[in-house]
């Protein structure tokens, strides 16, 4: 089956460990998939490790397959997925600090490419992403290093979450890219507000 350009025939699996910063960080990957790839079946992976609470409310209330597992690496994750949920088409492997900002066909992107195994987002062999501060009209950005005045390393391991803040991390100097993501931001918080009970 053809991948269409919204995402219709293909898997994205989210790939989180049990932690606060994967908790907003997944649920604002799933929420930018929602936007631009709404056709596209999402399974967020967690591996389960101590925690000091309850997280990761988010995915089965946004429809989304949520995966608890035991620690394992990312490929037998994949694997397990993909027979645990009957996987035989292209999967796309996410992390959870990846949004997607663009569509396949406003990104020029030709979903042929895919074929029908693992594609790691992160990987240049497709060119399916780019960092956040760039203004290459990737699909799935990085911001990792930051967007704006959002330094993401600030929020991690911390019990605040920053989807929670009224803070604007818009600044007037920002990529395409940059901008796309605080054009998510505000709704994104909301509904995970709404999902998790902030």
Known sequence: MAITYTGDGLTVLIQCDYLLHHDWMGFLSRYSLMKYL???RVIVGVNRKEMLGPIMYWPRRSGATLFMHKVMGRDEESR???????????MLLMPPHFACLRDFDEASFDTSALGSGDIDVTSAEFGLSSGIRTNNPSVFLDYSGGWGSFVPTTWINKLAVPLFTDENYATVEMSANELRMARIWKPASKMYETLCGG
């Open 38 to 40: 709404p056709d596209a």
């Open 80 to 90: 397990i997925a993909r027979q645990k949920y009957g996987v035989d088409g292209p």
